[in-house]
């Protein structure tokens, strides 16, 4: 083999990324999700009998969905074709599925593997649906994207869905190691770089082996001179530019994240909500879009166990709005802290939640006339704010006067509980009952 300076490839060969060109053949080959390849486990099994169902592989980039579908190609007894979603309309599916019949009518079964299948509009899936039911066509389907919202419904019910995860940091420093011996990859070139400079590597690609294995072509290239390389955490250093961090503002990691902080303040871990906090933010996130999530803990959660935790989240918010990111990321900080470790209470989002419930089961009476403005003499007549007693012309700044409607009348919304302030405020509402039953 004849390699040249500056250039990973062998005189001759296609030129294309060392990921794809060490892409694995086999199981022996394949690093990673044991926990659905494993020995017994249910996706192996079906591999190895030959009996295949419809199937959606979810994961994140470089994982190996794609070449798990290809080992599947080389493992069973069918015709095997590949798509992207990006690059196939309903036309080509259609096409796909004729020839499929076709096969079927031979004795041949036909494996359709459709890359990125969340691309696909939901009218574009149903195209499939057809050809999966009668079994004209085994799908495999692949998706970074949670099937539930992304894949048709009635596709998905007729499809196990397998959840593929990021590799672990030993799994790509394997990954990597099998790409430096590998005759498709670096076993040509005399290549030097030690366990710790590859496990930089696998830190920086967030377990995904494509990256990795990118990173790596590139400090080769980089240090590759006279058919040897001496890759060193300098070079890496050069070739990573940033951390690979998992995150789609537009898709289900965002909730993810944002649900893991929220869940964090609530249960009052200050590192926690920090580090979910960073995680978002250095992702890219709109820190006012954080800070909108922080006022609605500071009464959801909060509430009145501690009020001036609504004031601390508007600030925050206003100092996010004023000076934005980077600078804004120590306000939000105080923020998430101030809110982990305030006092906790739903008291105000149960008592929407019970009072929500009221509106929409029973029966929406009228404001009771003792509450209502009598601005005509009509008004008056008809007995608008006949009974209306003014608080503020009572000793106590209280009255009896009924003020829920009188199918409600004795509802209880709020129920304070003894967190932070909010005993004191319990105590000053049982005061106050307590005074209106004598009244």
């Not at 070449?67 to 992207?84: D, G, P, R, V």
């Not at 906090?277 to 909108?292: H, K, Q, T």
């Not at 600078?327 to 470790?341: D, F, G, I, P, R």
Request: with cysteine; charged share 25%; aromatic share 8%.
């Amino acid at each position: 083999m004849e390699y040249f300076q500056g250039s990973l490839f062998v005189h001759g060969v296609k030129n294309e990324p060392l990921a794809s060109r060490v892409r694995p053949r086999n199981f022996d080959e394949y690093v990673g999700q044991q926990h659905i390849l494993g020995k017994g486990k249910m996706l192996r099994h079906l591999i190895d009998s030959d009996t295949i169902p419809s199937m959606i592989f979810w994961g994140p980039p470089g994982v190996g969905k794609t070449t798990l579908a290809m080992i599947i190609a080389s493992h069973t007894k069918s015709e095997f074709k590949m798509f992207s979603a990006v690059n196939t309309g309903v036309k080509d599916i259609k096409e796909i599925i004729e020839t499929a019949k076709n096969r079927k009518l031979m004795g041949i079964r036909t494996i359709v593997f459709m890359d990125e299948i969340h691309r696909f509009n939901k009218s574009q899936q149903d195209a499939f649906l057809p050809a999966v039911e009668s079994g004209d066509i085994i799908l495999i389907g692949a998706t970074t994207e949670n099937p539930s919202f992304e894949v048709n419904s009635v596709l998905l019910s007729r499809s196990r869905v397998f959840v593929l995860q990021p590799l672990d940091n030993s799994e790509i420093v394997n990954v990597m190691k099998n790409a430096l011996k590998d005759e498709r990859g670096f076993s040509g070139i005399n290549v030097t770089v030690d366990d710790k400079s590859l496990e930089i590597i696998s830190v920086y690609c967030n377990g995904d082996a494509r990256t990795a294995l990118n990173i790596l072509e590139m400090a080769v290239n980089i240090s590759l001179h006279s058919n040897k390389a001496f890759v060193t955490k300098h070079i890496i250093e050069q070739c990573v530019s940033k951390k690979s961090i998992m995150y789609d503002k537009d898709g289900e990691e965002h909730y993810n994240l944002i649900s893991a902080l929220h869940k964090s303040m609530r249960n009052s871990d200050p590192d926690a909500s920090v580090y979910w906090l960073c995680r978002m933010l250095e992702s890219g996130e709109d820190p006012l879009y954080v800070a909108r999530r922080i006022i609605r803990f500071a009464s959801e959660d909060v509430g009145m166990a501690d009020p001036r935790a609504l004031e601390i989240a508007i600030n925050a918010y206003n100092a996010a709005h004023f000076i934005g990111m980077p600078e804004c990321n120590v306000n939000l900080t105080q923020a998430v802290v101030y809110m982990a470790l305030a006092p906790k209470s739903n008291a105000l989002y149960a008592a929407y939640e019970m009072a929500k419930k009221d509106v929409k089961e029973n029966r929406c009476e009228g404001v009771p006339l003792q509450l209502r403005n009598d601005v005509t003499n009509m008004m008056r007549n008809l007995g608008y704010g006949k009974g209306y007693k003014y608080a503020h012309d009572y000793n106590q700044k209280v009255t009896s006067m009924q003020c829920l409607p009188d199918n409600l009348k004795d509802r209880v919304y709020y129920n304070p509980t003894e967190q932070g302030l909010e005993k004191k405020y319990g105590e000053r509402l049982k005061y106050i009952k307590d005074l209106k039953k004598h009244l």
